[in-house]
């Protein structure tokens, strides 16, 4: 119980400020009220003050207990004012201390979409809540694309995942919100798209919406749209075909070779932008490459402005290969893919797993069409990148990148 009182007088609680600000008052009304009495007694108490520069005069006396009374007072009434408006939170000092250190980590952007990006926001919001995801809403399969059709609002199943991703781990609407109806009319519906879509109904206004969101669920950190405009994107084959829409392309016999929005010059949210120049680290990635990551950067605006950050950019590349959209393709050829759509030499730093993956767990992905991404340094470095490697990916039910692994990682790299 001690312990835990004095937890309250830690670094990073701010809670001494205002207890020494009572104590100054208090000293300060009390030396005013020593003063007047100085005043009405004898010249050798009024010397016995301290303040033998004010002389035998008892007007300056009377002058200076006011100023000392005026000056104490209203430093001791702020200082219990905000002691008492002071409200601990449920987990007591341990969560304001945390809040703090969070409070001075760096600023990251990630950009991206899908699952990948919602892991990267749920290990990063450990070390920083300065943290901004810029997501794609080029999104048209599954929940988000029946939304997008039957209500005409943006997408927002990526969105929802990184609002999760960021939200306390231990808060039932964070739980909530990833609820999937299995039956009846809304079945194969989560519940945070249909909260997301519903509040874009009644505010008139996604991004506010999303904004919204962010404080029922208590969000650490930001989750921005990339765009406010209903992009659709499309695809050339390699066999020449073009297709429409983000989950035809997914679906495709044939990897795509090319990638493009339409409207092809969406206007970028202008937070998303601020965001980015502001920022000491912008991370690409994880996901996929043609419909999560360059989608974005597909965005005049988002593009430019990833090229004149001065933060550290970084491209998390995939662990495995994605079926159907990036079959057989090395990590050179993840950022070959990102390069050729208008966004060459914009990555200073590629990150890439080391973590070895158990043979009954590459057999598994091999039979769904999946291999580990291969990695060569030297095709890399041509491409003018610096080549980190690191244990960032674990082995559960699946092979994929590790919240916290990849979190610390990438906090070495934002310095």
């Not at 830690?10 to 207890?19: A, E, F, N, S």
Request: net charge neutral; proline share 5%.
């Amino acid at each position: 119980m001690r312990r835990s009182r004095l937890q309250w007088l830690y670094p990073g609680v701010g809670v001494k400020r205002w207890i020494v600000l009572v104590v100054v008052g208090a000293a300060l009304v009390g030396y005013a009220l020593f003063v007047l009495l100085g005043v009405a007694a004898s010249p050798g108490v009024r010397g016995g003050l301290g303040v033998r520069w004010v002389g035998e005069h008892p007007l300056r006396w009377a002058a200076l207990a006011a100023v000392l009374l005026v000056v104490g007072s209203l430093a001791l009434g702020f200082g219990l004012l905000r002691l008492l408006r002071f409200s601990p939170p449920a987990g007591g000092a341990g969560v304001i201390r945390s809040e703090a250190r969070l409070a001075r980590g760096p600023r990251v952007v990630a950009i991206g979409g899908g699952s990948g990006l919602s892991v990267l926001l749920s290990g990063l919001k450990g070390h920083t809540s300065n943290l901004t995801a810029v997501v794609t809403v080029a999104d048209d399969g599954g929940s988000s694309g029946r939304l997008r059709r039957e209500l005409g609002v943006l997408p927002p199943g990526d969105i929802r995942s990184c609002l999760v991703g960021l939200a306390d781990d231990e808060s039932l609407m964070s739980r909530l919100f990833e609820h999937r109806f299995t039956d009846g009319g809304l079945e194969g519906h989560s519940f945070g798209n249909l909260f997301v879509a519903a509040l874009a109904e009644v505010t008139g206004d996604f991004e506010r919406a999303v904004r919204e969101s962010t404080r029922v669920l208590k969000v650490r950190g930001r989750v921005l749209p990339a765009t406010l405009e209903n992009v659709v994107l499309h695809a050339e084959l390699q066999g020449g075909e073009r297709v429409a829409g983000e989950s035809t392309i997914t679906a495709a016999d044939e990897l795509p070779r090319r990638v493009w929005l339409e409207p092809d010059k969406p206007q970028a949210l202008p937070q998303a932008l601020e965001a980015i120049a502001a920022a000491r680290l912008v991370v690409l990635g994880p996901g996929s490459v043609f419909t999560s990551v360059v989608p974005n950067l597909l965005i005049p605006g988002v593009c430019e402005a990833v090229k004149r950050t001065r933060a550290r950019v970084v491209y998390v590349c995939n662990v495995m290969t994605q079926p159907g959209e990036t079959d057989g393709f090395s990590a050179a050829d993840h950022l070959r893919a990102i390069y050729r759509h208008g966004a060459a030499g914009i990555v200073d730093d590629i990150l890439v797993n080391d973590t070895p993956v158990s043979d009954d767990m590459a057999a598994a992905y091999r039979a769904s069409g999946a291999q580990l991404v291969a990695v060569d340094d030297r095709d890399l470095a041509a491409l003018g990148v610096r080549v980190v490697h690191g244990r960032v990916a674990a082995e559960g039910d699946f092979f994929r990148h590790d919240p916290g692994r990849l979190a610390e990682a990438l906090v070495r790299l934002a310095g």
